[in-house]
């Protein structure tokens, strides 16, 4: 079955480390994104890729870092630099980030539960 | 730019209730929007999206909800509650631009009561 792939699940981090969140995504998609998400606070925009080896800052970028190597892999870095990293983060694929179509819709992982200890 | 405001942080309903949960928009371009849902510790599933060919759109589980732009409106509505409906309820607009994001609403959580 197609869908997008997050590890690890969960991960603990000690203040000072960098760690990288996986998504992987077999749907053949072009477009890529990473959001953050916290309690009452929704999703926030960390990165997004339109294509392979390009993505852009979202509305949230500083502390992390992100690569596009492949089309199926958008791997997350949050680096020691981001000062709050302790938070649920969502992958999301879609079939194209080139369109104006509302039926370009987000599929989403299942998330990785990130906390610094 | 657009947005999105979700009126009530927490809903609690009875079992066999209506559920009604309140999204509010903002675009200056025609929108496109979405419900998403999220069991706990999982990812976003969406639950219906509004793309202009009807004002009523029904989704998965039963749920529907209905574009108003009078008052630029997209609520989401159950006849009738059932357990498994309990979960955060996302509300999305698409971006202006032709990236694909969403933006979303804060969330609201729904509790359903036997």
């Known amino acids: 079955d197609g869908g997008i792939t997050q590890s690890p699940k969960y991960l603990f981090r000690k203040e000072g480390q960098n760690v990288t969140l996986s998504c992987e995504q077999n749907?053949?998609?072009?477009?890529m994104y990473w959001y953050r998400q916290d309690p009452g606070q929704g999703l926030r925009l960390i990165y997004y890729?339109?294509?392979?080896?390009?993505?852009q800052k979202g509305d949230i970028a500083e502390g992390y870092s992100v690569s596009r190597e492949k089309k199926e892999s958008f791997p997350l870095t949050v680096t020691s630099a981001q000062k709050n990293p302790t938070a649920f983060y969502l992958c999301?694929?879609?079939?194209?980030?080139?369109?104006?179509?509302?039926?370009?819709?987000?599929?989403f992982g299942a998330g990785s539960r990130l906390t610094v200890l | 730019a657009q947005s999105v405001t979700q009126l009530g942080s927490h809903v609690s309903v009875s079992e066999g209730a209506l559920v009604l949960l309140r999204c509010n928009y903002s675009?200056?371009?025609?929108?496109?929007l979405f419900w998403y849902v999220q069991y706990p510790n999982q990812g976003l599933q969406l639950l219906l999206k509004?793309?202009?060919?009807?004002?009523l759109v029904k989704g998965i589980n039963g749920f529907e909800a209905e574009f108003k732009k009078s008052e630029t409106s997209f609520h989401l509505t159950k006849p009738s509650a059932h357990m498994s409906d309990a979960a955060e309820y996302f509300c999305?607009?698409?971006?202006?631009?032709?990236?694909?994001?969403?933006?979303f609403g804060q969330g609201t959580t729904l509790q359903v009561k036997p």
């Open positions: 675009s200056s371009v025609p929108p496109y």
């Open positions: 509004y793309t202009s060919a009807a004002t």
């Open positions: 999305a607009v698409k971006g202006s631009s032709n990236t694909g994001k969403l933006i």
């Open positions: 890729s339109q294509i392979v080896n390009d993505f």
């Open positions: 999301a694929s879609a079939l194209t980030g080139n369109s104006f179509s509302g039926a370009n819709v987000l599929t």
């Open positions: 749907l053949n998609h072009d477009a």
